[in-house]
Every structure is written in C-alpha cells, then in structure tokens.
C-alpha cells in the first residue's frame, strides 16, 4: 500500500527561503511540497483549488502578512494547520500568535533537527485528525445503514398499539431522531392500485421533512403510511396537506396513472400513543374503498359511528403515576392517582366499559415494569394478566377506584421495601451510569445499554436514576450533550453540523431544532452571542 503523504504549501517573501524549503525531501517525514507563494493573498488563492493539509508561513510579508493570512485560513480552513516562521525580533510576537490562532512556530535561521522535531509532532497530529475523520466517516455510514430500519420497526410497532409506555416512545422518539413530538397526528394510508416508483416516496419525504410535517413508512409495494403532525385539530387544515400531498402525486405520476391511488385519512389524534386509533380508522377505510375508485380521498370524519377515542387519554398523567409507584413514594402515587382517575372517571367520552379496558391496559403496563423490577402482580397477589377478571366484577365506578387505589398501596409498600434493600448497593450504579453516559455521549446510546453496562435492569435503573439525578435519563442525555453543544460553539474551526454531529446529533436539521427548543437560540446565534 502506498504511503499517504500530506500537502504543504509554503508561503515567504524570499525566493532563496522558499526554494529551500520546497526543495526539502520532506518526503522522509511523510509530508510533500506542492505548491507556493510569495505572500499571504497568493497563498489564499491557492488554497481554493488545491488540497493543502499544512502552511508553513513568514510572518513578515507584504500585501498581507503570515498572521493576517493565518486568521483568514482558521476561519475558512479549520482542518489545514499553520507553522509561522519568524526572526529573533519577531519572537514575542510569534508565540502570542501560537496561543491564538497558529499551530506552532519556527525561528529563522531555523535548524532542520528543530523542523524534523516539530514534524514529526504535526504528522502525528495530523494523523489523529484523519483517524477521527476516517471513524467519524464510518460511524456515519454505520447510521445511515441501520437508523431507517429501526425508525421503521418503531413506527410499525407505534402504530399497530404495541407500544404503551409513553416513556418508552419518548425515548425512542428522541434517540432515532423522529419529528413526532408534537400536539396532533394523524395517520393517512396512501394504497396505490399497483406496485409504486420508490421515487414518489423520495419526494413524498422531502415534502414531510422540509415543511416539518412528520413521517413516510413503506408497508409494501403498494402501500404507503404517512404520519402527518397537523398544527391543530382542524379537518381544514389536514385536507390542506392532503391536497398538497395529491399534487405531489399527480405531478410524479403519469397522466394515465393520476387516478390510480386512494388516500385513506383516520381521525386526528391529540396524542402520539392514539396514533394507533387513527391508523386502525385509515385501516377499516382502505378494507371499505379497496375496490371502489370513486372516491380518490377518503375521510374517517364522513363515516356515522367512530368508536370512542382515546384522544383525550391522560397519558402523561398515566405515565406519572407509574414512576411514583415504582419510587415507592406513597403520597406522591395517591396524588397522582387522584388527578388520573378524575381525568378517565370524569370525562363525558368515557363509559364505563372503556374505563375498565383503560385500566387493563394500565395494570398491564404497570406488570411489565414490575416484573423488570423483580416483582409481580401475578406473584405477589395473585392477580392474574391479563387482569380483566380481577376488574370484571366491579359495577360501579366507585368500586373500581376503591379497588385500584387498594391495589397500588399495596405494591407502592412493596417497590418502597425492595427499593430501600438494594439502594445501598445500586445508587453506585448510578455514578457508573453517569461516567457512561459522559464517555459516549457522542454516540447512539439507550437506557438499556446503559443498563446492561451497570448490571441492573433498564426498569429499576430509571428510577433510581430519576431519584438520583432529578432528571430521567433522555432528559440528562439530551442536556448534557448540549451543555457540551454549547462549549463546542465557541470554537470557531467546528462547523454547526460537525458540533451536533460530535455530540451525537447526526441529523444537523434535528440538532438545531432541539438546541433552540432549550436554549431559544439556533446553535449559531448562540454563537455569535458568545463571542
């Protein structure tokens, strides 16, 4: 394999300087002289059609001297590294300029062991950049290559229903980078009358993705989903980017093909664990239209008798009082209790029948985290899943709430006892947890692999996490890699998408957004604001 040699350029004012120095056999120390220029503006101009990894420079040039043209290189060429050259009377003012905005400094006349010396440190240097350069390309293509296939498992399962944990689908939301956080949603199926161009989902995607509007999933040859986020629940407003939708197809298809798909569009949702509701209403029109094309848009809002949605399902009241329960912390669980059951009990949306299958779907969530926490509404009260016996006797919804909050005192006793045997020797755990997280950061990294590094499950380490640290732990992830975003804007060599890609943004369009929804500033006026 042939050696890889790095470009210099060199830049001085003195021919005999210049000449020498291009006529170095650099090639020993793993560098090649490849071009050069009398003062800093040739220089610059040689830089824009040439690949120059390292500038040797006087400083005293005229027209524009080594450390005008230094600052313009640091600005514009962060990668490319700069060694001033200057006299005894220069001397204080070279090594200012090596604190500042040059690598490092040689005095003339220099000795050749003091360059080879120095050159031998920037190939290192040098090295360690392209390595990095070379891991960070790898790590990228990495992404590129498994991050749909996850994103596409995810929404598959989101809108099938079997997801439940709101927390779960927070953090998975965030990790893979997934516009789906926001009030409304919908879900509209696309059926095609045979099989699709994969270029109409390209453009399909770019539409979504630039107007901020939500997500495309193939489900088969002929069949597309679109998980679109309405800015309000407004029909108006959804048959608005229905329409625009339409044109997109109309304008890829051909004119004999403009008639030759069927949007099937279900309810808008007010949550993003309702998704499945909508998706099931998009489904059952698809099964109705199939093989009626009259109608190129079909609405759920037309159909007489939608069931009753769970839009309004106090999910996030739901997910509170499981991370109380599983605290332990008693008064915080029958507080948060009194606010859920008012929340599902008092609502004209809700029968009786949809309280009980709501507070199926509760107890099932609530026994998964459990079992992860070494504990069981099976095992230990012999209530068995999946718990529609243990609620199907209760008539009246005073006998039901009596029952529920009988049922989580008994297990809050339980998580509290079990918490307080293993904190002594879990809480270290934590800390550990900490140092993983700061040491890859940068990194794709989930509560499980955090988990299975600290030898605890992904269940019983968010509690402790959240007691430990205040802050579950997508939330202390998100913080810390922008409290490291904010240190790595204030270098200037790093481009925006290079600091969110450094601290584990891939997508630079995610990363801006999620730095202003934290901080009300774009990464680069957080810049400017700092400088």
Not at 193 to 221: A, M, P, R, V, W
Not at 425 to 434: D, E, F, L, Q, R
Request: charged letters at 30%; aromatic letters at 10%; hydrophobic letters at 35%.
């Amino acid at each position: 394999m042939a050696e890889h040699y790095y470009n210099i350029m060199v830049v001085d004012d003195e021919f005999f300087i210049r000449e020498g120095l291009m006529s170095y056999e650099w090639e020993k120390l793993g560098f090649q002289a490849v071009c050069s220029a009398k003062n800093g503006k040739k220089a610059l101009e040689h830089l824009e059609d040439k690949d120059i990894d390292l500038i040797i420079a006087d400083i005293k040039m005229p027209v524009m001297n080594g450390l005008e043209m230094s600052k313009i290189v640091r600005e514009k060429y962060p990668h490319i590294i700069v060694i001033i050259l200057s006299g005894y009377k220069e001397f204080n003012y070279a090594r200012e300029a090596v604190k500042n905005q040059v690598y490092d400094y040689l005095l003339k006349p220099f000795n050749f062991k003091d360059l080879q010396k120095l050159f031998k440190k920037v190939k290192k240097e040098l090295n360690s950049k392209r390595k990095e350069l070379q891991k960070l390309k790898t790590y990228k293509k990495q992404i590129q290559e498994t991050l749909p296939i996850a994103r596409n498992q995810f929404l598959k399962d989101l809108v099938e229903g079997k997801i439940t944990d709101y927390e779960e689908v927070k953090e998975k939301t965030d990790l893979l980078e997934l516009n789906l956080n926001k009030d409304y949603l919908n879900c509209t199926i696309i059926n095609f009358h045979k099989i699709f161009d994969l270029k109409i989902t390209i453009k399909l995607s770019d539409y979504l993705l630039s107007n901020n509007l939500g997500e495309l999933l193939i489900q088969s040859e002929q069949q597309v989903l679109l998980i679109l986020t309405p800015t309000k629940n407004s029909r108006s407003l959804l048959e608005k980017q229905i329409n625009r939708i339409i044109d997109i197809l109309d304008d890829h298809l051909s004119e004999d093909d403009t008639n030759n798909f069927t949007l099937a569009v279900g309810r808008i949702c007010k949550n993003i664990l309702s998704l499945a509701d909508s998706y099931q209403d998009a489904l059952s029109l698809v099964q109705k239209y199939l093989y009626h094309q009259a109608k190129r848009v079909n609405y759920i809002y037309n159909e007489e008798n939608i069931k009753e949605s769970t839009n309004n399902y106090p999910y996030s009241q739901e997910n509170r009082l499981l991370n109380s329960i599983m605290e332990g912390n008693k008064k915080e669980s029958l507080k948060n209790f009194l606010t859920y059951w008012q929340s599902i009990s008092k609502s004209k949306k809700y029968s009786i029948t949809a309280i009980k299958k709501n507070i199926v779907q509760f107890l099932n969530i609530l026994e998964h985290r459990l079992i992860n926490h070494d504990i069981s509404l099976e095992k230990n009260y012999n209530i068995i899943p999946p718990f529609t016996t243990f609620i199907r006797n209760l008539e009246t919804l005073t006998e039901l709430e009596n029952k529920l909050r009988d049922l989580i005192i008994k297990v809050v006793k339980l998580t509290a006892k079990v918490n307080n045997q293993t904190a002594q020797s879990s809480y270290p755990a934590i800390h550990k947890a900490i140092k993983y997280i700061r040491d890859n950061y940068n990194k794709k990294i989930t509560l499980k692999e955090v988990a299975d590094n600290v030898y605890l499950n992904p269940s019983y380490l968010s509690v402790l996490f959240k007691q430990e640290t205040g802050q579950n732990f997508i939330d202390y992830l998100s913080n810390y890699r922008l409290a490291k975003a904010k240190e790595l804007l204030k270098r200037l060599d790093l481009k925006i998408y290079q600091v969110g890609d450094l601290v584990g943004y891939k997508n630079p369009k995610y990363f801006t957004e999620i730095f202003k929804k934290n901080t009300g500033l774009t990464p680069n006026e957080y810049r400017k604001s700092n400088l």
